[in-house]
Structure formats: C-alpha cells, structure tokens
C-alpha cells in the first residue's frame, strides 16, 4: 500500500505529535485534581519518567497512545502498512521500555497504572474513567490497565 502523502508531509505530520500535554493526559489530569489528588508531572528521576506521579501514594501513572504504545487488541493499535518493518520494530522498542519501566518502577515500591488513549475518546468511555481510577488507585494492585474495554489489574 502507498502512503496517500508525501514522505516531507508525513514527516512534518509525525514530527508534530506529543509526548507531553496530550487531551488524553490532560483529561486524566483534569479527572485526578477533580477527584482530590494532588499529584506531579513527568518525574525524569523516576524510570519511564511516568506522566502522573502521586508521591504520598508511591503511585505512577503513564497515559499511553494506543498506537504509540501498541495497545493489545485495540482498534486504534494498528501497524501501519506502509515501512511495516520500520513500525514494527519502532512500537515494539515502546513497548518493552514501557515493560522495563514497570519492572524498575516496581522493584522500588511504586504501584503503576497504564491508562490508554482509547479510555478516554469517546463519552461512554470516559465516563467511567473516574471511577475507575479512583477504584485502582485506592486498591492494593502493583500494576493495571485501563482501556476502552475495562479496567485490569495485574
């Protein structure tokens, strides 16, 4: 299949993507303070350098994009079918350092939660998504996910 723009449009269209401040990071955000959490952001002294840190809940949380982070079983976590080996190898690197940040994170007694962009795209979803993060936060699991379909707990 052949891309449908230009290698100098698809460039400028990828360059311009965040990694920081995104709706979806935003939401979480907005929901969190709502809810009374106090929190900080983006700690590069931790591994991951986590999107939310809840320091007194030894709590870190990482807004992941569904592609980005390729995101099992999602609609949105597609691999693209133009460089696929590029694609491929690319998400995949994402995703074991996401995996290696879990692991260091925690050894060193923190809890972390992976919440995923297609949670937060549509009003049904992010409906439930308060709730949900409250459950996770004021519960007891290292490690959970919460997508489209649910939360999990790991």
């Given at each position: 299949?052949?891309?449908?723009?230009?290698?100098?449009?698809?460039?400028?269209?990828?360059?311009?993507?965040?990694?920081?401040?995104?709706?979806?990071?935003?939401?979480?955000?907005?929901?969190?303070?709502?809810?009374?959490?106090?929190?900080?952001?983006?700690?590069?002294?931790?591994?991951?350098?986590?999107?939310?840190?809840?320091?007194?809940?030894?709590?870190?949380?990482?807004v992941h994009g569904?592609?980005?982070?390729?995101?099992?079983?999602c609609r949105f976590?597609?691999?693209?079918?133009?460089?696929?080996?590029?694609?491929?190898?690319?998400?995949?690197?994402?995703?074991?350092?996401?995996?290696?940040?879990?692991?260091?994170?925690?050894?060193?007694?923190?809890?972390?939660?992976?919440?995923?962009?297609?949670?937060t795209r549509t009003?049904?979803?992010?409906?439930?998504?308060?709730?949900?993060?409250?459950?996770?936060?004021?519960?007891?699991?290292?490690?959970?996910?919460?997508?489209?379909?649910?939360?999990?707990?790991?």
């Amino acid at each position: 299949m052949v891309d449908v723009v230009s290698p100098e449009i698809r460039s400028r269209m990828m360059s311009g993507i965040q990694g920081k401040n995104t709706k979806p990071e935003m939401l979480v955000r907005r929901l969190l303070f709502a809810a009374g959490y106090r929190f900080r952001l983006h700690r590069r002294d931790l591994p991951g350098s986590p999107d939310i840190v809840l320091p007194g809940r030894k709590v870190a949380i990482f807004v992941h994009g569904c592609f980005w982070h390729l995101h099992e079983g999602c609609r949105f976590a597609k691999l693209p079918a133009t460089r696929s080996d590029f694609w491929r190898t690319k998400l995949l690197g994402n995703n074991d350092r996401d995996r290696q940040a879990v692991v260091k994170l925690n050894s060193m007694g923190w809890r972390v939660l992976w919440v995923w962009e297609c949670s937060t795209r549509t009003a049904d979803s992010s409906g439930s998504l308060p709730v949900k993060l409250r459950a996770w936060i004021e519960g007891q699991s290292a490690f959970g996910q919460i997508g489209e379909d649910g939360a999990t707990a790991n």
